[in-house]
């Protein structure tokens, strides 16, 4: 079976540029959550959804949105690209809503913002 | 006084050696604890959990101790491989509350010599 599978792998952006990265949990998996580890660090939360719908949001600014679909795959948009957004995010999925239980975390998107 | 078990960013162990990684948690509320590995370029790996109600889980060749009283846990590998060589971060969590979110501790970075 598919695990989770995050895209791109790897992109550069410029400063005060959007990205989009995508995630697609694991079949029968409905919930998914973001992470974004910087270099050095331990992740930290960023959004949560379950059945499309938010169900927790981290110390993250307004630039930093989310969606998930009827599939349960999930899109993280940022804006206004900042250097300090340069960092791995992972995307975790699970079956249930509750936070961490039963979690399986894809290999990350690696953005560099320059 | 002692000492219960300091963190250490970083740690050197020979192959066959038994390791230990400590970890301080923050929140008395967090009721399940997850280790993970994080080799490079990958994201989290699932090792082993145990909930509050519990102070000792073992897996195959893991052993997670849980001390709620310094809120302090610890995560030994017996027979220490040098494919064990990766970050290793302990995660708490409220399993039942949904919405809620790991928080991640300061990473070990373990490193086996063969």
């Known amino acids: 079976d598919a695990g989770v599978t995050q895209s791109p792998t790897h992109l550069i952006k410029t400063r005060g540029q959007h990205v989009t990265l995508r995630c697609s949990p694991i079949?029968?998996?409905?919930?998914v959550s973001w992470y974004q580890q910087v270099l050095g660090q331990g992740p930290q939360f960023i959004f949560q959804?379950?059945?499309?719908?938010?169900?927790g949001r981290g110390n993250f600014p307004d630039r930093f949105s989310a969606r998930q679909f009827p599939n349960y795959s999930s899109e993280l948009n940022v804006n206004a690209l900042l250097l300090g957004d340069s960092a791995l995010y992972l995307c975790?999925?699970?079956?249930?809503?509750?936070?961490?239980?039963?979690?399986?975390f894809g290999s990350g998107t690696r953005l560099t913002v320059v | 006084g002692e000492s219960v078990g300091l963190h250490l960013p970083t740690l050197s162990v020979q192959e066959g050696d038994n390791s230990i990684i400590n970890c301080a948690y923050s929140?008395?509320?967090?009721?399940?604890f997850i280790w993970y590995k994080q080799e490079s370029g990958k994201g989290p790996q699932f090792i082993i959990d145990i909930r509050s109600n519990m102070d000792k889980r073992q897996g195959q060749r893991v052993t997670v101790l849980l001390n709620k009283t310094v809120k302090h846990l610890s995560l030994q590998i017996a027979a220490t491989q040098p494919g064990d060589s990766a970050v290793y971060f302990c995660?708490?969590?409220?399993?039942?509350?949904?919405?809620?979110?790991?928080?991640f501790g300061k990473g070990t970075t373990l490193s086996v010599s063969s």
């Open positions: 975790a999925s699970s079956q249930g809503a509750s936070g961490g239980y039963g979690y399986t």
């Open positions: 079949s029968g998996h409905k919930s």
């Open positions: 995660a708490e969590t409220a399993a039942n509350q949904a919405g809620t979110a790991l928080i």
């Open positions: 959804y379950y059945e499309k719908e938010e169900r």
């Open positions: 929140n008395s509320a967090s009721d399940y």
